[in-house]
């Protein structure tokens, strides 16, 4: 067999193997920023984190251009600005690479794992839409402007590895929808009691 045709071979056995389309690698690459180093959104969410925890701003680590990837179905989240209404800023597990709509501004907690998510897409906070009923009980939507009772997470791992996170206000875990069709498919809700698959995230 020459290399060509092993080349073809492998591309074979690789589309075989991997149960999902691989997602490309982010182009633009986690960023740590230090305390008093970053823009005037994410150190209002350094302080805003170091109040609910008793900490000095000093020791509440942020990031951006952080990316969030579903184990369930390997896509990466994107914050849906593009569409109307309640579904405005939904998120799901639906890209195959990370572009603007799939960037994060998260702030925690080392000590408490208190957890605030800002989209870069458009600067607002990641909610918990806990008043909602039915299939949209739960969903994660960038559209807050200031943190409340939803815009409250709890995460137990920093950026850098595979992690889970749920409301802080129902110990509800957040999920990904991979079973829903349509509009609908990888919609993140924070309605699980336990972890699985779609409960698990890397960042």
Same mark, same amino acid.
């Given at each position: 067999m020459n290399n060509g045709a092993r080349r073809a071979a492998a591309v074979v056995m690789a589309a075989v193997l991997l149960p999902f389309p691989a997602p490309a690698a982010p182009a633009v690459a986690t960023v740590p920023v230090a305390p008093g180093h970053g823009p005037p959104v994410l150190e209002r969410m350094r302080r805003d984190v170091a109040a609910a925890t008793g900490s000095a701003d000093a020791e509440v680590p942020c990031w951006r251009n952080i990316s969030i990837r579903s184990a369930a179905n390997g896509r990466y989240v994107s914050a849906e600005i593009g569409r109307d209404g309640p579904d405005y800023g939904a998120l799901r597990a639906r890209a195959t690479s990370a572009g603007p709509w799939e960037r994060f501004i998260v702030c925690r907690g080392a000590g408490s794992g208190v957890t605030r998510i800002r989209a870069q897409a458009n600067n607002d906070f990641v909610s918990a839409e806990l008043d909602y009923a039915g299939a949209k009980y739960g969903l994660l939507r960038a559209r807050a402007e200031r943190v409340g009772g939803q815009e /409250?997470?709890? &995460?137990?791992? +920093?950026?850098? =590895?595979? $992690?889970?996170?749920?409301? /802080? %206000? *129902? /110990?509800?875990? #957040? &999920?990904? @929808? #991979? *079973? $829903? *069709? =349509? %509009?609908?498919? =990888? &919609?993140?809700?924070? /309605? +699980?009691?336990? #972890? =699985? +698959? @779609? @409960? *698990?995230? &890397?960042w």
């Open positions: /409250r997470f709890y &995460s137990n791992r +920093a950026p850098g =590895g595979q $992690f889970s996170f749920y409301a /802080r %206000d *129902t /110990r509800r875990w #957040v &999920s990904a @929808e #991979v *079973t $829903f *069709t =349509g %509009d609908a498919y =990888g &919609s993140l809700r924070a /309605r +699980a009691t336990q #972890v =699985g +698959a @779609e @409960e *698990t995230f &890397s």
